[in-house]
């Protein structure tokens, strides 16, 4: 289980500077810890692609940022995702809040985002694992810096 | 009288100091035959829109720097929320609007805001302190020194004559060397 706590301190341990993001619900409740904590900086964008893209330009000056977002952004941002990763070829990672999931699976809900959202990652070659509730901040921080090490992308799907 | 976008591009190059300049779209093309340092980046392969972005953090990373981004007025309509986002970061970005009322690139045609968005007035609301619009070559002459110093984010609004038959530019350098270079001139 991932909380704000948790993840905060699954950053610093991963040496991740900079959080940008667009907060969804789930993702939503570890601003406290996030703004809290003095070595993090939270930026604050209006558009996902913009996040990605911001993440670049700190990635270009050798900062270590993670972008959050929501998967209905991940869909609107794929040109910049396309662009930092396939073009740009830099390490971006990313924590993006699977809307529905749980509800998806139980064959309750319609919401389409838990059909597309794995498929869209696939087609843009990004390697990612899917959070549920079993995991922990180890798992991040394994996640973020295996993805580190291999000088490649990486996201992380959060079941919600 | 509309800037001609050489001239204009002459007086930014006459006044970036060190600075990273970042180019898009059509401007890749032009800034080469003015500047070739490790500071100059070419965003090109671009995800068109997102100069501002990648400026925004390039500036979040090295704040003692600034970085100056290029961008046109169609690139500028397809991200109008980075004027937002940068109002909400206390960072040395320098953003140039080279607004010619056309996607250049493409061969020419107007844009949904050509002949009735006020980039400045849109970068005001925003929330963007320091505006500037220049219409005319000798007004940028004079201004871009002002323009360009002190503390960010600034937006300069430059009207600029459009050109016809251009063709999408070529980067002066692969995307991996360009990054290579950038990256140790800052280190």
């Known amino acids: 289980m991932l909380d704000g706590p948790a993840v905060v301190t699954a950053l610093k341990e991963c040496g991740i500077t900079h959080v940008v993001w667009i907060p969804d619900s789930e993702i939503g409740t570890w601003e406290p810890a996030l703004v809290g904590e003095g070595s993090l900086s939270l930026i604050r964008v209006c558009r996902e692609g913009e996040a990605i893209t911001v993440a670049a330009g700190l990635l270009l000056g050798a900062k270590r940022p993670i972008v959050m977002i929501q998967c209905t952004g991940l869909f609107e941002a794929g040109d910049a995702l396309r662009n930092v990763v396939h073009d740009l070829k830099l390490p971006l990672f990313l924590i993006i809040g699977l809307r529905s999931y749980y509800a998806h699976q139980e064959g309750k809900g319609r919401d389409t985002c838990p059909i597309y959202a794995e498929p869209i990652l696939k087609a843009w070659q990004i390697r990612h694992s899917l959070f549920d509730r079993r995991n922990t901040s180890r798992d991040l921080v394994t996640a973020y810096l295996e993805a580190q090490a291999e000088k490649r992308a990486g996201a992380i799907l959060l079941a919600e | ?187």
């Open chain 2, 1 to 187: 009288m509309a800037i001609e976008p050489r001239k204009a591009l002459e007086i930014l190059a006459q006044n970036r100091g060190q600075r990273i300049l970042i180019t898009t779209m059509a401007s890749v093309g032009m800034w080469p035959e003015l500047s070739n340092t490790p500071l100059d980046f070419a965003y090109m392969p671009s995800a068109m829109g997102h100069g501002p972005g990648l400026g925004l953090g390039l500036a979040l990373a090295h704040p003692e720097r600034g970085v100056i981004v290029i961008n046109g007025d169609g690139s500028m309509l397809m991200n109008l929320g980075s004027l937002v986002t940068l109002a909400n970061h206390s960072a040395n970005v320098y953003l140039v609007i080279m607004d010619n009322g056309l996607y250049e690139v493409t061969g020419g045609q107007v844009t949904a805001g050509t002949g009735h968005t006020d980039f400045a007035g849109l970068a005001l609301s925003a929330g963007i302190k320091r505006v500037y619009r220049f219409d005319e070559e000798e007004n940028w002459r004079a201004g871009a020194a002002e323009a360009l110093s002190g503390p960010g984010p600034v937006v300069i609004w430059l009207r600029i004559r459009g050109r016809l038959g251009q063709k999408t530019p070529t980067p002066p350098r692969p995307m991996a060397e360009q990054i290579e270079r950038l990256r140790q001139a800052l280190a």
